[in-house]
């Protein structure tokens, strides 16, 4: 597995409670100041926005700075070097146990899951009468959702409204109904490889308008070409202890301009109607079909979106 992690701090200390991921390969992409210092016992290549422009040359506008959604560019580096699995961390994430959260990921990965029914009975997995037998088991999950104890993840008027409401941790896991969206969270998230054309978290930042919606609009945008293929979502186990508490005026400032346009941007794909037959190529074909404008748009972000997209979801055909 490889851990992608983006970072705007001068150092990675908060890799010092993190032993198991002494055991696998790490990709930080710093988004503001110098390459930070990497503490003993951990395999990092770091990236910064000059070794972007270098890369992409021209394209490097698709990945934004001064925002989480520049770790997009760390799941293209870690597609390329061919690792079966590929997960992100946010750096004020740490472990709840020593040794959990990679098996746990992997767990989920491997996993086979039930998609188009659920059970009639509350809180439980048990088929009951009448729950047909071929699809039991049958589908591969693409994304391992994990979520976080301690501070949650609420958006800056729920913050307010709850400012010390504390999630436990989690234990469980639930499989995301086929055909519903839902809050994919950047913070703790782990894919297959194949999965990796569809998670690119967009045009966010001081740049474009808004932020902190890169890994939603990430989330309504994967789900929407996996529903269509066939990959199931599980969500919960493994989860981390989210210890920053951040200021919910300034995520409020920047969530502000987007909140009408996260109302709407779902409905619009929900709309859409996939035809291909792989992640890329549904991509590239859900960035086609939207629209160009929708309510709440910001600035014409959408048109500039949609483009980002389809640059994004070139990257991985095969040439």
């Known amino acids: 597995m490889i851990v992608v992690i983006p970072n705007h701090l001068p150092t990675l200390d908060f890799l010092k409670e993190w032993e198991e991921l002494k055991h696998c390969k790490i990709i930080v992409v710093q988004d503001i100041g110098y ?115 301690n501070v949650p993840d609420f958006d800056g008027v729920d913050m307010l409204k709850k400012p ?33 054309p569809l998670m690119y978290f967009g045009l966010q930042g001081p740049s474009w308008g808004f932020d902190q919606y890169d890994d939603i609009f990430g989330g309504i945008f994967s789900k929407k070409v996996m529903d269509h293929l066939g990959y199931g979502v599980i969500s919960g186990y493994p989860s981390v202890e989210h210890r920053k508490q951040s200021n919910a005026f300034i995520n409020l400032k920047k969530q502000a301009p987007g909140l009408l346009l996260n109302e709407h941007l779902w409905k619009e794909v929900q709309k859409i109607k996939l035809t291909k037959k792989t992640p890329v190529d549904c991509y590239i074909e859900l960035a086609q079909k939207l629209p160009k404008t929708i309510e709440g748009d910001v600035d014409g972000w959408l048109l500039k979106q949609k483009e980002a997209m389809l640059v994004w979801a070139k990257l991985f055909v095969e040439k």
């Open 164 to 196: 010390n409401w504390r999630f436990r941790r989690e234990t469980e896991t639930k499989v995301i109904p086929r055909y519903s969206f839902y809050p994919m969270c950047g913070m703790n998230l782990a894919f297959i490889r194949e999965m990796a």
């Open 35 to 149: 390459k930070p210092e990497i503490p003993d016992g951990f395999d990092v290549k770091i990236y910064d926005h000059k070794d972007i422009e270098k890369d992409l040359g021209k394209n490097a506008w698709i990945i934004p700075s001064r925002t989480s959604a520049c770790r997009s560019y760390g799941y293209y580096k870690a597609y390329q070097q061919g690792d079966e699995f590929i997960a992100t961390l946010d750096n004020d994430c740490y472990p709840e146990e020593e040794k959990y959260w990679i098996e746990g990921h992997l767990e989920n990965l491997n996993r086979l899951v039930t998609l188009d029914w659920e059970s009639s009975v509350p809180d439980s997995k048990l088929e009951t009468r009448g729950f047909p037998y071929l699809i039991r088991d049958k589908s591969p999950v693409g994304v391992s959702h994990g979520l976080w104890s």
